[in-house]
């Protein structure tokens, strides 16, 4: 019997928020560590995702009865494990929150505005349809990851991209979208709020730690005020998990002088897991933890702990990726060591030549400058007083100094693989703005030893926090470019412009002439999803269906006819990007026996149709 709508959506929220609690919140017992909701939430994430790679390894069905009983299983043994008190008890997680005194006002009033985007505009993210959220519905579609990375010609038609990123958002994405039994985007909203939340929450151990209940609710504070860090959340990617991860990382290490060592270590491997699920570069997050225990003169017995909980599972992806493609990164050339897929790095190169290169002048380096200031000024002073806290020798900063630099290292490395420019290639940096907002908000306190400076830095604060409000409401619009009225709509701007789009796209496929419709190739990566429910196909142009189209050695005749038998008459390509110069310079479109006629061209859509007559051979 169906519940009605008012039952079944708490129910089915419950358990969504259940799966990402209570197996946590049972393995810190298990050893013995005081709860947190930020602890509780990264390990049940851990735990979600080492049970898809075993999943992905074994053939096993991923569906929600299939993932409710691995997590209640995790539970339950957590639940059963004997346990002894521990003494290293903290304050709740949510008295933190009241202990926000006088400032507790203004700071709901920014959880309104994050709710709001939440709730109105959830994975706001431009990428985030047709990468993390698409691989989590195709994921319970075909209740397996067998299709990704893509390696065949069926496997592209299920996922667009050839990259191999960790599902580790994916499936969580795949949990929510499970639990609440529709691909409904709302359902993985409480999902980005707990990771916010407990990020928020991590910042204030860390700055507790470091200086007292003062400087944690200052960290707070400047966290709140720096939107760069609260969009790399909102937007639904990879990159609140990674700031949440790689923050707790360091938490975790600032705690191993407890008394429970040991289950300390045990948690930083887990933060570690998780930072190795969002993305190629994760796992370097292991290797730093591992590295960091060295220099802070750990017990090697500690170290080597640390190495057996994280190193396992943080390397397994990249390993099931090498098996599988011969290259643990696929997508990424790495020296020439690894095979890659050729068409979708030549066409990668062209796409980002086209961009030109960062900070190849002096304008690069203004916009970076100016994005900072307006968009991380908290993060920004952090970074300063980050410098001024080593050279007063602070220890506890040393580590943070540490992982700052690693993220600071994958930006640039990462900037010109960026499509979406620089300051969208910002959002990486969300895990050295998190810890960066601890560093100035201690730095600050030096200050406060001055009677008149006290009450300045309070005041600073409070200016910073309400000009970052509609920050926080609007990027990735600039609040000074957008009418008042018009903010509540503003972020999700770019969304709402795409699904217009795609909509004209669909409505202007679906006229083309038969025969060949049903198969279009394109390099339009939201393309699939758009198709999928008129049955109708996107290939992209790097499937190693059509990998001859684009090899110089097959003859004209040979491709002419491998065209002919694909079905393929259709190339539909997005004008915003230099795909038309690559078709032009890499098909081997050759006449006489190729005709290439442009039948539909609109200011971002280029349609072309692509007909063959073969010749006999003399």
């Known amino acids: 019997m169906d519940l009605p709508a008012f039952i079944e959506t708490p129910l089915r929220l419950a358990l969504l928020i259940s799966g990402l609690i209570v197996p946590g919140s049972m393995v810190l017992r298990a050893i013995r560590l005081p709860w947190s909701l930020a602890a509780a939430f990264v390990t049940s994430i851990a735990t979600l995702y080492v049970v898809v ?35 290293t008890a903290q304050p709740s997680s949510f008295s933190s929150y009241y202990q926000m005194g006088g400032w507790l006002p203004l700071y709901l009033v920014f959880w309104a505005m994050v709710g709001y985007r939440l709730i109105y505009q959830p994975l706001s993210g431009p990428d985030v349809y047709f990468r993390w959220s698409y691989l989590a519905e195709q994921m319970l579609r075909f209740g397996s990851l067998d299709f990704y990375p893509p390696r065949s010609g069926a496997d592209f038609v299920h996922y667009f991209w050839a990259e191999s990123i960790p599902p580790g958002i994916a499936s969580l994405y795949t949990w929510a979208y499970a639990c609440g039994g529709s691909k409904l985007a ?40 720096c939107p760069l860090l609260t969009w790399s959340f909102v937007i639904g990617q990879e990159t609140g998990l990674t700031a949440l991860s790689v923050t707790g990382l360091v938490w975790c290490l600032q705690n191993t002088g407890q008394r429970n060592r040991r289950g300390w270590i045990a948690l930083a491997g887990i933060f570690s897991i998780a930072a190795a699920s969002t993305r190629e570069y994760g ?45 643990p990164f696929f997508s990424l050339e790495v020296g020439g060591l690894f095979p890659t897929n050729p068409v979708c790095i030549a066409w990668s190169k062209i796409f980002h030549q086209a961009a030109g290169d960062t900070f190849s002048n002096l304008a690069d380096w203004k916009a970076l400058g100016r994005y900072l200031l307006l968009w991380a000024l908290p993060a920004t002073i952090g970074l300063i007083a980050l410098l001024f806290l080593l050279v007063r020798q602070l220890r506890e900063a040393r580590v943070v100094a540490f992982f700052v630099a690693i993220v600071i290292g994958l ?115 939201g393309l699939p999803r758009l198709l999928a429910p008129v049955g109708m196909e996107a290939v992209p142009l790097w499937s190693t269906e059509v990998a001859w189209l684009f090899d110089a050695t097959v003859k004209p005749q040979e491709l002419a006819r491998l065209w002919q038998e694909s079905g393929l008459v259709y190339v539909a390509i997005g004008k915003a990007s230099p795909t038309g110069d690559f078709v032009r310079t890499h098909a081997q479109w050759r006449a006489p026996y190729f005709t290439v006629i442009p039948i539909i061209e609109t200011d971002g859509l280029l349609i072309l149709q692509v007909t063959v007559k073969l010749t006999p051979a003399r």
């Open 53 to 87: 790679l075993i999943f992905a390894c074994t053939g096993a069905t991923i569906s929600l009865i299939t993932l409710a009983t691995a997590l209640g299983g995790v539970a339950l043994i957590g639940r059963l494990l004997p346990t002894r008190t521990t003494s």
């Open 186 to 225: 709302l359902w993985t909203s409480p999902i980005v709020a707990l990771q916010l939340l407990s990020a928020h929450e991590i910042i204030w151990r860390i700055a507790h730690r470091w200086g007292g209940e003062e400087v944690a609710r200052r960290a707070v504070l400047l966290a709140a005020a």
């Open 283 to 327: 796992p370097i997050f292991a290797v730093a933890a591992i590295i960091a225990t060295v220099f802070m003169r750990l017990p090697r017995k500690q170290t080597l702990l640390l190495a057996l909980v994280a190193l396992p599972f943080a390397l397994a992806w990249p390993v099931r990726v090498w098996l599988l493609t011969g290259n």
């Open 411 to 525: 930006w640039v490395a990462s900037v010109p693989h960026t499509a979406g420019g620089l300051f969208y290639s910002l959002r990486v940096l969300s895990p050295a703005f998190a810890l960066l907002v601890v560093a100035g908000s201690y730095a600050l306190g030096f200050l406060n030893r001055y009677r008149f400076a006290s009450g300045l830095v309070s005041f600073t604060i409070f200016l910073l926090y309400v000009e970052a409000l509609p920050k926080t409401l609007v990027l990735p619009e600039n609040p000074y470019r957008v009418t008042a009225r018009d903010w509540p709509q503003a972020g999700g701007q770019f969304s709402s412009s795409v699904r217009t789009s795609e909509q004209v796209l669909l409505a202007t496929i679906t006229k083309l002439p038969e025969p060949g419709r049903h198969r279009i190739l394109s390099d339009i990566a």
